[in-house]
């Protein structure tokens, strides 16, 4: 009888012929890929041909209508929910709570993901973020290092960012670029952008039409 | 013992974003406060008559509820529009995350009683025959209230048109709560016994929490 592990890749995201719409808009098409630890899988393409729908997919917030999405951490292949609550996610269509501060927040998703409040804290430093600052009083820029905070807080295996470098100026970019490649040392990432972006450990290109 | 602390956890962010804001605080106090008085203007000091005090339990429990829906349906609203709703699918497990939620409506409504009985007994010179019945009677109508609210919330904050959908949805879920909460207090006020009519409450407010264990992680997530 199998435990769901195998002697495959440590980590592994791979997805199969996917659909989804909503109504009679068909968004995502047959769409396949994949990605292993170390790499970045590069999802492109103009505005409303499926990027989001793919990451959502991918995390479990949305339901495909078929095809199939195999996600593997740590050689154990993860259900939908076990999948939903072990990847890191980035949207610029997520937020976080805007009474509470950055530390509030990243203490209070720690505590539901089991990290402790020195893990937000770095983060918010490495970040250049103020700990005592509501999430409704940051800019827009600081508003997406925040969700990058969050994406990395639990230390994921797995990330899938969505236009991670949307607002960020150049010392930002350079920040997150970091976290990104310390995070490729161990783990795999997609990431969803318009147009091509030059983030590192990109290993394979998915391009989305229009 | 984990589950527990993510379940405490999401209750205390409810709090803390709560004392920050103060909505539900004041809607609800302000909304029980303004009924209060009205029914008290318009009834006056009945408690006496034996006509009038079969019909004030119902009263009761009118201005209870309507407070209440003021400011609870508003607990999964208030994330999805303000796009934070996906954070915690992503970070909290859905039985921890209805019962955090269970409980923090579950002290609004405490608190709601604690405001609004004595008021109410007092405005309208109530004298109840067993106060130890209404304790419980309160007691169980309000977890069934905070229960039952929570899960239609869960409901109503999935879906575009919100406007009547949660009065549409409580009025099967909450009417028989309320028919037994009312019958329980009613017991309380006049000396009649209201045993069952609070055992069958906490029955129902049983079954509707493992209603809403089993279902909200289908409501909740796709």
Known sequence: MSDGTDQGPEHFLGFEGLRRGFGRLEV??????HAAAGEVLLVTG????????????????????????????????????????????????LELWGELTTFENLEFVGRLRRVGPERGAELLDRLGLPHDRPAAALS????QR????????????????????????????????????????????????????DVPGVERHLELAG | M????????????????????????????LFAFTTLVTVSLTVGPVGSS????????????????????????RTFVHEEETKSADALRLAADPSALFCGKVLYNLSLIVLLEILVVPLFLGMLGLEVASPVDLLLAMAAGGAGLAVGSTLIAAIVGQARARGPLFAVLAFPVLLPLLKLA??????????????????????????????????????WNP
Request: with cysteine.
């Open chain 1, 28 to 33: 995502l098409r047959d769409v396949s890929g």
């Open chain 1, 46 to 93: 103009p505005n409303g041909c499926g990027k989001s729908t793919l990451l959502r997919c991918l995390a479990g917030l949305v339901r495909p209508q078929r095809g199939t999405i195999d996600c593997r951490v740590d050689r154990r292949d993860l259900d939908t929910a076990a999948r939903r609550r072990a990847l890191g996610f980035l949207s610029p269509d």
């Open chain 1, 140 to 143: 827009s820029g600081m508003r």
């Open chain 1, 146 to 197: 925040l969700r990058w905070a969050f994406a990395l807080l639990h230390r994921p295996a797995v990330l899938l960012l969505d236009e991670p470098l949307q607002n960020l100026d150049a010392p930002g970019r350079r920040d997150v670029l970091a976290l990104l490649q310390e995070h490729l040392e161990t783990g795999l990432a997609v990431v969803a952008n318009p147009e091509s972006v």
């Open chain 2, 2 to 29: 984990s589950w527990l602390a993510e379940a405490w956890a999401i209750f205390a962010k409810e709090w803390r974003c709560e004392l920050r804001t103060r909505y539900a605080l004041n809607t609800v106090g």
């Open chain 2, 50 to 73: 034996e006509e009038m005090r079969p019909i004030l339990p119902t009263l009761l429990w009118l201005v209870l509820l309507f407070a209440a829906s003021a400011g609870l349906p």
């Open chain 2, 182 to 219: 009312i019958d329980a207090s009613l017991g309380a006020v006049l000396g009649e016994p209201a045993q069952m009519a609070i055992m069958l409450s906490f029955l129902y407010d049983s079954m509707l929490m493992v209603a809403g264990l089993m279902l909200f992680p289908a409501i």
